[in-house]
């Protein structure tokens, strides 16, 4: 995880109103270390680590979880969604065990980055998500399914989200590289759209942002309605 993915997601979480909340895939469960305020009840699941805490459970994301329905007030999906085959089972799984008006917040490497979409036309993979040599082991940590975030949102709407917010980023330095594709890229997306319905300005212009255009990840918040 980059920095910058873990600050915004750190200052999403200092604002926000203490509740009940599954970070899964927790690994070495450092969320639970920046949630300082005694009012979080912090419940972690993962699949290949163990963490020595109260309320850790082993869990699958492409399988059923082990939760009843509408307990959490929030889940933390924090790079998880990449590594797994069954992203849309996961995201119904999230809508299961929230809450009514529960937040479920992802981050996941962003392959609609200027430097992901130039990877993309010379080497055929997005920046992240290598070609594959050999099928990997169970437990490895390889990037399997990149999450376009137009995708994301629109699926997560189907089984009963709304999008809550697509967080800022820092953008580093040294993505600035790109700016001059991102504003080529902006322009053409304007005109393209000139003759669109509302709707589908809506979704492009939230596509070519910078937050978008120039980093590696991305932060969505998404609310169980």
Request: glycine fraction near 4%; aromatic fraction near 12%.
């Amino acid at each position: 995880m980059q920095p910058e993915v873990r600050q915004a997601i750190v200052g999403y979480f200092t604002d926000a109103k203490p509740g009940k909340i599954l970070d899964i895939p927790s690994g070495n469960c450092w969320l639970f270390h920046e949630l300082t305020s005694g009012a979080w009840e912090y419940f972690s699941a993962d699949l290949f680590t163990s963490a020595s805490i109260r309320n850790f459970q082993r869990a699958d994301l492409n399988e059923p979880l082990p939760y009843d329905d509408d307990v959490f007030d929030y889940v933390a999906c924090l790079e998880g969604l990449e590594h797994i085959e069954n992203t849309h089972h996961a995201l119904r799984e999230f809508y299961r065990i929230l809450k009514k008006d529960g937040i479920l917040l992802i981050s996941t490497p962003n392959p609609l980055n200027m430097k992901s979409r130039l990877r993309f036309l010379l080497f055929g993979t997005f920046y992240g998500f290598p070609h594959l040599v050999r099928i990997p082991a169970a437990g490895e940590h390889l990037h399997i399914s990149p999450i376009n975030l137009s995708f994301l949102i629109s699926f997560a709407e189907r089984y009963g989200f709304v999008l809550d917010r697509i967080h800022p980023v820092r953008i580093t330095v040294k993505m600035y590289r790109f700016i001059i594709h991102c504003w080529l890229l902006k322009l053409y997306t304007l005109v393209k759209l000139l003759f669109k319905d509302h709707e589908s300005r809506t979704v492009m212009q939230r596509l070519v942002t910078l937050n978008v255009l120039l980093n590696d990840g991305i932060v969505v918040s998404l609310r169980k309605q």
